[in-house]
Nanobody, 118 residues
């Protein structure tokens, strides 16, 4: 089982990017799916989270600009990022709590770089 993140890149301030993170392998169910980010010299922070039922949570700095969603049929979580600012520059990581047939645990994607710069 692994999480594969994609969609990062270089964008100008005010631009948009859409991150995707797909869970591959055999899982019984997926609970919360989250996006974290880590900027150089800073701690990793939770950006957005979504429960299996679709309830969402955002850190204050991205409210109104970022939208988290998930496709349960394809075990994929998305992060739509609009009105990007230079301070959004970071490596973005997806995280999911996965239930297998006999265990459950948190899994992390490999990270995707988002750079906001003119």
């Amino acid at each position: 089982v692994q999480l594969q993140a994609s969609g990062g890149g270089l964008v100008q301030p005010g631009g948009s990017l859409r991150l995707s993170c797909a869970v591959s392998g055999t899982v019984f169910s997926i609970a919360a799916m989250d996006w974290y980010r880590q900027a150089p010299g800073k701690q990793r922070e939770l950006v957005a989270a979504i429960t299996s039922g679709g309830n969402t949570h955002y850190t204050n700095s991205v409210k109104g600009r970022f939208t988290i969603s998930r496709d349960n049929a394809n075990n994929t979580v998305y992060l739509q990022m609009n009105s990007l600012k230079p301070e959004d520059t970071a490596v973005y990581y997806c995280n999911a709590h996965l239930y297998m047939s006999d265990s459950d645990d948190d899994y992390w994607g490999q990270g995707t770089q988002v750079t906001v710069s003119s």
